[in-house]
């Protein structure tokens, strides 16, 4: 059975930092493009960082400059450094692995930019 657990949020001050990384399991996710979206209320879901398994990255636009994502094959685990926050970032970020159509994702964690 496939799980990811997501950790790392909270509330932070604007212009602050928060990481977050999420640990799948249930089977080898090697080959397996790992990453994050957000939703903010009232909003569709969004990308916000993908990684490959060969370490190519791709960034929503709000985010690009800002935020660092990074994966460890060997462990199954994506992490995202999130620096100078704004309160736009506001969000339930979703830790999400997919391949070839199939996907799964995690239950969510909340960030909140606010002073």
């Known amino acids: 059975q496939v799980q990811l657990v997501e950790s790392g949020g909270g509330l932070v001050q604007p212009g602050g930092s928060l990481r977050l990384s999420c640990v799948a399991s249930g089977r080898s996710f090697s080959f397996y493009v790992m990453g994050w979206y957000r939703q903010a209320p009232g909003k569709e879901r969004e990308l916000v960082a993908v990684v490959t398994s060969g370490g190519s990255t791709n960034y929503g636009d709000s985010v690009k400059g800002r935020f660092t994502i990074s994966r460890e094959n060997a462990k199954d685990t994506v992490t995202l450094q999130m620096n100078s926050l704004k309160p736009e970032d506001t969000a339930v970020y979703y830790c999400?692995?997919?391949?070839?159509?199939?996907?799964?994702w995690g239950q969510g964690t909340q960030v909140t930019v606010s002073s």
């Open positions: 999400n692995v997919r391949r070839l159509g199939e996907g799964y």
